[in-house]
């Protein structure tokens, strides 16, 4: 490790915690760990903001799922990947899938 740098280690552990804790379905103690993890963290790898926006969405944490789709998106996250969550299209009613599109497309290069 190099010094002054963040220990990736523990943050995969820390991750795999929040996934235990998905898999129990337990969703906020797992929401709260990927928040833990966000504010830890300066870089974030796309796939747990995604997990993490899937998580808020479920949970009605609309404003932090909109938070977390527009990170992952800035980190890459594709519009096939966005449209195989199928918890996107369903749980989030007061969005339509075109709204999600243009969501994407705005965020995508920012």
């Known amino acids: 490790m190099l010094s002054g740098?963040?220990?990736y280690s523990?943050?995969?552990k820390q991750i795999q915690e929040a996934e235990r804790l998905l898999l129990k379905e337990v969703y906020p103690s797992a929401?709260?760990?990927?928040?833990?993890?966000?504010?830890?963290?300066p870089f974030v790898f796309k796939r747990d903001y995604a997990i993490a926006f899937?998580?808020?969405?479920?949970?009605?944490?609309?404003?932090k799922a909109s938070l977390y789709l527009q990170r992952?998106?800035?980190g890459g996250f594709s519009w096939k990947?966005?449209?195989?969550c199928k918890k996107?299209?369903?749980v989030h009613p007061t969005l339509s899938r075109q709204d999600i599109k243009e969501f994407y497309l705005k965020n995508r290069d920012s």
Do not use: C, D, M, W
């Open 72 to 74: 992952a998106i800035q």
């Open 31 to 41: 929401l709260e760990r990927y928040e833990k993890v966000f504010e830890t963290y």
């Open 88 to 90: 996107v299209f369903q």
């Open 54 to 63: 899937q998580v808020a969405l479920v949970q009605g944490e609309k404003e």
């Open 10 to 12: 523990s943050y995969h």
């Open 81 to 84: 990947a966005i449209k195989s």
């Open 5 to 7: 740098q963040p220990n």
